[in-house]
């Protein structure tokens, strides 16, 4: 990888009680990269995103976002600085239709387009690049699961992200669905973005990641080439079960 490194994260621990979530995480994230991170249920994945996303204060550790360190920042200052994320399950307005749901981040969010009607054209752009556009006057509730993906994605991305954490962007998808999710993370990171995926389907792991990392039990056991990492004995023991 020649980018810059974008996110670096050093010695990060999350503690809940007297259970070590996350144990001394060290990673670094280039520009342009393509990273995936895999564990098992319960390894500290998630933890480790809403310690970056600024939803839980870590214990020891801190994150530093292009040079600049996170500390104390809310999570709509760490959109500022570039970073978005989607969740597991998609959280949209369902009162708001599809085009609103992307049209509000900009007018409240970090981004503060200048007006409702810029804020409108660059959410109707965003359905455009994630294939939703025709279905901008719908409500949330008459989408498919993987169109309510796509609008994940779709509010993530009108911020403007220089770093999008997809969290499990492709469970419960169908195979054809997940072809469809990748060819879209694929284009945005064509695009420019840097893109951390946080997937349990392993075909997309493997098609999409340039690096993989692994955790087990909140500590980091694995970093570098997917195939190597996947190979690795305390990886198939741990995470694939063999």
Same mark, same amino acid.
Do not use: W
């Given at each position: 990888?020649?980018?810059e490194?974008?996110?670096r994260? =050093?010695? $990060?621990g999350?503690?809940?009680?007297?259970?070590? /979530?996350?144990?001394?995480?060290?990673? !670094?994230? *280039? +520009?342009?990269?393509?990273?995936?991170?895999?564990?098992?249920?319960?390894?500290?994945?998630?933890?480790?995103?809403n310690?970056?996303?600024g939803?839980?204060?870590?214990?020891?550790g801190?994150?530093?976002f292009?040079?600049?360190?996170?500390?104390?920042?809310?999570?709509?200052?760490?959109?500022?600085?570039?970073?978005?994320?989607?969740?597991?399950?998609?959280?949209?307005?369902?009162?708001?239709?599809?085009? =609103?749901n $992307?049209t509000?981040?900009l007018?409240?969010?970090? /981004?503060?387009?200048?007006?409702?009607a !810029?804020? *409108? +054209?660059?959410a109707?752009?965003?359905?455009?690049?994630?294939e939703?556009a025709?279905?901008?006057?719908?409500?949330?509730?008459?989408?498919?699961?993987?169109?309510?993906?796509?609008?994940?994605?779709?509010?993530?991305?009108?911020?403007?992200?220089?770093?999008?954490?997809?969290?499990?962007?492709?469970a419960?998808?169908?195979?054809?669905?997940?072809?469809?999710?990748?060819?879209?993370?694929?284009?945005?990171?064509?695009?420019?973005?840097t893109?951390?995926?946080?997937?349990?389907?392993?075909?997309?792991?493997r098609?999409?990641?340039?690096?993989?990392?692994?955790?087990?039990?909140?500590?980091?056991?694995?970093?570098?080439?997917?195939?190597?990492?996947?190979?690795?004995?305390?990886?198939?023991?741990?995470?694939?079960?063999?």
């Amino acid at each position: 990888m020649s980018g810059e490194i974008l996110l670096r994260a =050093e010695g $990060v621990g999350k503690r809940f009680g007297g259970f070590v /979530a996350l144990n001394g995480i060290d990673l !670094e994230v *280039r +520009a342009g990269e393509r990273l995936g991170l895999i564990g098992p249920n319960g390894s500290g994945k998630s933890t480790f995103v809403n310690c970056l996303g600024g939803s839980f204060p870590a214990h020891e550790g801190r994150f530093i976002f292009d040079g600049k360190p996170m500390a104390g920042l809310a999570p709509h200052r760490r959109g500022h600085l570039g970073l978005a994320r989607t969740f597991q399950l998609p959280r949209p307005f369902n009162s708001l239709s599809v085009l =609103e749901n $992307v049209t509000v981040p900009l007018l409240f969010g970090p /981004a503060r387009e200048t007006s409702p009607a !810029e804020a *409108r +054209a660059r959410a109707m752009a965003c359905l455009e690049q994630v294939e939703l556009a025709g279905r901008a006057a719908q409500h949330p509730r008459e989408l498919t699961q993987v169109d309510l993906r796509r609008l994940e994605i779709a509010r993530a991305i009108a911020l403007r992200p220089r770093l999008l954490v997809a969290d499990e962007a492709m469970a419960g998808l169908s195979h054809t669905e997940v072809a469809q999710m990748l060819e879209l993370l694929f284009r945005l990171n064509a695009a420019g973005t840097t893109i951390i995926m946080i997937e349990h389907v392993m075909r997309a792991v493997r098609e999409f990641s340039q690096r993989l990392v692994v955790f087990v039990a909140g500590n980091k056991i694995a970093d570098g080439d997917p195939n190597e990492v996947l190979a690795m004995q305390d990886v198939e023991e741990a995470y694939l079960g063999r």
